[in-house]
């Protein structure tokens, strides 16, 4: 009887179309994607349907974070001029070398007090010690102090005020930072958000349809 | 995994040198390797979304109360924040009419109100208290564009209601 003859594959698999998906991906998200900036603060902002991006000139910026911690950073163009004005308004002497460390230092997280031991940390020994943040109570608030150095400093031209608070944040701490932009008599501010997708069928939804088809006709 | 080299006939007589063939064949593995591994690298180190900026604009505080925004009785619609993602709400004046609602709730509640409404009546006010969260405070302006409010505002619950929330939320058992 004639057996019926198994014909032997092959083991090694063509290879060429796996690589061409590889670095198609690969294409892809170098393309798309961009890199993560180093963040002094870990924060997760909320969403919103915004899709405004942020504006990186000219900005000063108030993070806070769960715990209430509140910290700030601003545009590297006026941080010495802001440190100077600061100084004067509040009576404290910066000496030049702390100067030159604060408009290099990404952000600050303590009261002015401890501004210059703050500024003689490394990096590496930020991140890891805990951080008292800018009081922002009444009694003693010294994010107002910053904002109207920043204010004073930037006369005539505009400054952009970002908020950036984490999703688990209370309102309490949201209202502080507000009141103390609102004592220096600033009312319009950037929230922070991360986009989301406007939901299907709401209102907002519809107006953008409509504009997209009228502009398109 | 190496490709396997198929001899081939020589039909060239004895004592001629067979020039030996080599594959064109280049083994691809590694240079999959390769890419998934540089893909891999990419999606750890890369941020998809930019973050995006909501506009917020806050009213001046006035001590005269006859410069305060005055809202109609009819059109005005109270949502205030409490503990554990619960919204408390009434229509009018009247805090003593406050009712339960949830996130995902709010958003009828709103359209229902501004449909029955005339426009230029029809104005929210958000009332984040103490314990509330910051993320809820965001997402109830966000739900202002979804739903295209265009009169609306932030302040603080008075102690009244700031109290009423209190007991309803005690009652409720919520911590």
Redesign the interface.
Known sequence: MARAKIKRGSTSVDMTPMCDVAFLLLTFFILVGKFKAEEAVEVTPPSSVSNKTIVQKDFFNVTFDKGGTVYLDMDEAIRRDVIEELGKERNVQFSPQEMDAFAKSPFVGVPINQLGQFLKLTPEQVKGTKLPGVPTDSTNNELQAWISAAKAVRLGSKLVYTIKGDNGAKYSTFRNVIESFKKNDEYKYNLVTSQTDVPEGSELYQKNLKEQTEGSK | ????EVKEKSKKGPGVKKGKKLSTRV???P??DL??L??TF??F?????????????????TPDKNLDTKVKESGSLTLM?GKENVIYYYFGSDPATMQTTTYKDV?DII?KKKKTTPAEDFFVIIK????????????L??EM????VSRYAMV?PTADEYSKIQMTEKAAGIQ
């Open positions: 995994m190496a490709e396997m083994d691809l593995t240079m999959v890419g998934f540089l893909i990419f999606i180190t890369i941020r998809m979304s930019e973050p995006t900026a909501m506009n917020l604009s806050m009213p001046k505080d924040l958003r359209l984040p208290d103490k314990d509330a969260s910051y993320k809820n405070a965001v997402d302006l966000d564009t979804i739903n295209d603080d």
